[in-house]
């Protein structure tokens, strides 16, 4: 009886591991963003850091963002922290809203080693597919504290009638 117990107990720990996973890879694969330093990313020597995980030529990290969407808009909201929002371009192209930009490492300004790094920094570009055609021309974008929120029209929406149908 333990045996059968110790089986279905295995299953079904395995069974919750596994949908966990697969709800990680679909909401957080297009979340994962790769970032290549530029000539202005300015990022340390791999001499100067300790961190044994620095890879100067580039690294990963995870853009987090939501995409809200009512009868008039869609809404994104882009999580891209550090950085002067004059150092992000946002497009609409083929039915995906793309943001650029660039992420610039600042050096300490005094003596001493860097013995972690693992902000990302350097050129990135996302891409979020959106569900309806909109209005690029007409769209608006703010950036606060980290935030990017970019908010477009779209290109053709009917306010929700009512309709009675009546029954012979």
Not at 30 to 59: C, E, R, Y
Not at 77 to 83: F, I, Q
Request: with cysteine; charged share 30%; net charge negative.
């Amino acid at each position: 009886m333990k045996l059968d117990e110790l089986k279905q107990g295995i299953s079904s720990f395995w069974d919750s591991v596994s949908e966990g996973w697969q709800h990680l890879r679909q909401s957080a694969s297009s979340a994962l963003t790769g970032f290549k330093p530029g000539s202005s990313t300015n990022l340390p020597l791999k001499t100067q850091v300790d961190d044994a995980f620095f890879i100067p030529s580039g690294t990963w990290s995870m853009l987090g963002g939501d995409l809200f969407e009512d009868e008039r808009r869609v809404v994104v909201r882009l999580e891209v922290p550090g950085m002067d929002k004059n150092d992000l371009d946002i497009e609409v192209q083929d039915g995906a809203l793309i943001v650029h930009g660039e992420k610039r490492f600042e050096q300490e300004n005094t003596e001493g080693r860097y013995r972690v790094l693992q902000c990302a920094y350097g050129s990135f570009r996302r891409v979020v597919p959106l569900p309806v055609a909109v209005l690029a021309d007409q769209a608006q974008a703010t950036y606060r504290n980290g935030v990017l929120r970019i908010e477009l029209p779209k290109a053709e929406f009917e306010k929700p009638r009512r309709t009675t149908i009546r029954v012979d």
